[in-house]
């Protein structure tokens, strides 16, 4: 359920919901990591309920680790980019998208090419404008108590940032080889400004879209009257969840990894 509009907060619009997965991926070489250094990348993935207007987005975080949040105070370390790696109407095609070109051919003695990708939690989402920028706000359903990976990830169990989306040609510290095919009424609405609120959220529908995410709040429901049923799953993400299942058959039998591990206890694997 989201409280779209809630008494106390009429000036918050939802513009989408959806469920959210989080993931990382271990650094080559290191099949068990223990902590944020031993890690090549954490992403997120973004299941709207809405399928037929928007796509299922994987977003790549740039620096490892998701903004820290500490209400009231403005850290560096509170902002962060990351980018739409991936797009597809298709979740098992997105989620797939996190093993590309990891099959083959095999590593060395065997080795896999890049280790396996794990989910680390996953929950609900929702998009929502409030006055004149907007958020990106989340409740996690699993792992139903953090563990040293949601800790040490920032993955809380729920939170709030600001969020905006950057104009194709303005700076950024993240170097992407293509920029996102937007529509003119798109681009239109930047209006000459370099980062501007995603409303609508089509943007995040667009591969090498970039976004600038900040730490706002660690009270959803306080701050923007929003209060989502963590538990509640869409086509979309059940489909998902059943291939990252079917997978981590191949993957414990294999490659003697648990790819839901961290999902399900909050440990690292």
């Known amino acids: 359920m989201v409280?779209?509009?809630a008494r106390e907060h009429p000036d918050v619009h939802v513009l989408e919901s959806g469920n959210v997965a989080f993931f990382y991926r271990p650094k080559k070489g290191i099949a068990h990591p223990k902590g944020p250094d031993d890690l090549e990348r954490v992403y997120f993935i973004l299941?709207?309920?809405?399928q037929?207007?928007?796509?299922?987005?994987?977003?790549?975080?740039?620096?490892?680790?998701?903004?820290?949040?500490?209400?009231?105070?403005?850290?560096?370390?509170?902002?962060?980019?990351?980018?739409?790696?991936?797009?597809?109407?298709?979740?098992?095609?997105?989620?797939?998208?996190l093993e590309k070109n990891v099959s083959a051919p095999p590593g060395p003695c065997g080795q896999r090419v890049r280790p396996w990708a794990r989910i680390a939690g996953e929950g609900r989402y929702a998009l929502a404008r409030h006055g004149d920028h907007t958020h990106l706000v989340y409740y996690l359903h699993q792992p139903s108590q953090a563990g040293p990976v949601q800790r040490e990830l920032e993955i809380l169990p729920e939170a709030s940032y600001v969020v905006a989306v950057k104009q194709p040609f303005a700076p950024s510290e993240i170097n992407l080889?293509?920029?996102?095919?937007?529509?003119?009424?798109?681009?239109?609405?930047?209006?000459?400004?370099?980062?501007?609120?995603?409303?609508?959220?089509?943007?995040?529908?667009?591969?090498?879209?970039?976004?600038?995410?900040?730490?706002?709040?660690?009270?959803?429901?306080?701050?923007?009257g929003i209060r989502l049923?963590?538990?509640?799953?869409?086509?979309?993400?059940?489909?998902?969840?059943?291939?990252?299942?079917?997978?981590?058959?191949?993957a414990a039998n294999k490659w003697h990894v648990e790819i839901l591990e961290p999902m399900l206890k909050g440990a690292w694997e």
């Open 3 to 5: 409280r779209a509009q």
């Open 47 to 50: 299941f709207p309920d809405d």
């Open 52 to 97: 037929s207007r928007h796509q299922n987005r994987l977003l790549n975080v740039a620096h490892g680790v998701f903004p820290r949040i500490a209400p009231g105070v403005a850290l560096p370390a509170e902002r962060d980019w990351a980018f739409v790696e991936d797009v597809n109407h298709d979740p098992r095609v997105v989620v797939d998208a």
């Open 177 to 224: 080889k293509e920029k996102p095919a937007y529509p003119e009424n798109l681009i239109k609405k930047f209006d000459g400004h370099g980062w501007i609120p995603i409303d609508p959220t089509s943007y995040l529908d667009y591969q090498w879209t970039q976004i600038l995410l900040i730490g706002a709040e660690t009270d959803v429901e306080k701050e923007l």
């Open 229 to 250: 049923n963590s538990g509640q799953e869409n086509q979309a993400d059940k489909e998902a969840l059943r291939l990252l299942r079917s997978e981590s058959t191949e």
